[in-house]
């Protein structure tokens, strides 16, 4: 089966940096990779999918990219609502396996 | 609006069994995958695995293969996550999920989530 990684595990950034987070496959995936936002005591929330689409209602600062292995997660601007872990996931086919996480906090 | 509603709390010994449940509504609950996540207190997200309610496909991840029974009934728009013996590893809170379409009817990933089911298992 196909593994998930992502790097860093955490970061640490000041409000109004950019940052970028990489989520990489074992193998070539095709796009259908999505990102998932979760804050503290909250319910997972659907950022990205398809590599690159932005969900409807999410904030334009966050954007998606990739192909094959390696795919990343930037936020141009990072804004105190930001903390948070973010995941990847790969789900075109089964397993849908997610990443360990990457969590995000204001310096 | 598309709502998935799950089951409450359970807190449960180990070796007994527990089936939970995930109710949808605002949406063909027959016509979109339902997936299964597992979250253990401070850890990540663990996809289970999922199940189709139209036909009741359903697809494992090799971690909880054999480990839990997913089913869905269709007619009442719910889908279930099912132990016969439970473990004390088995506490975690437990996630349902749909798998999304677009306009095109490509997937979109879990667009949509229930609340979770905490579940204890303690002696």
């Known amino acids: 089966d196909i593994q998930m990684t992502q790097s860093p595990s955490s970061l640490s950034a000041s409000v109004g940096d950019r940052v970028t987070f990489t989520c990489r496959a074992s193998?070539?995936?095709?796009?259908?990779l999505a990102w998932f936002q979760q804050k503290p005591g909250q319910v997972p929330k659907l950022l990205i999918y398809a590599t690159s689409t932005l969900q409807s209602g999410v904030p334009s600062r966050f954007s998606g990219s990739g192909s094959g292995t390696d795919f990343t997660l930037t936020i141009s601007s990072l804004q105190p609502e930001d903390v948070a872990t973010y995941y990847c996931q790969k789900y075109d086919s089964a397993p849908h396996t997610f990443g360990p996480g990457t969590k995000v906090d204001i310096k | 609006e598309v709502q998935l509603v799950q089951s409450g709390a359970e807190v449960k010994k180990p070796g007994e069994s527990l089936k939970i449940s995930c109710k949808g509504s605002g949406y063909r609950f027959s016509s979109h995958w339902i997936g299964w996540v597992r979250q253990v207190p401070g850890k990540g997200l663990e996809w289970m695995g999922n199940?189709?309610?139209?036909?009741?496909?359903?697809r494992y991840s090799p971690s909880f293969q054999g480990q839990v029974t997913i089913s869905a009934d269709k007619s009442i728009s719910t889908a279930y996550l099912q132990w016969s013996s439970l473990k004390a590893s088995d506490s975690a809170m437990y996630y349902c999920?749909?798998?999304?379409?677009?306009?095109?009817?490509?997937?979109?990933?879990?667009?949509?989530w229930g609340q979770g089911t905490q579940v204890t298992v303690s002696p």
């Open positions: 193998q070539g995936i095709s796009n259908y």
């Open positions: 199940i189709y309610p139209g036909d009741s496909d359903t």
């Open positions: 999920a749909r798998l999304g379409r677009d306009a095109y009817n490509d997937p979109v990933g879990l667009d949509d």
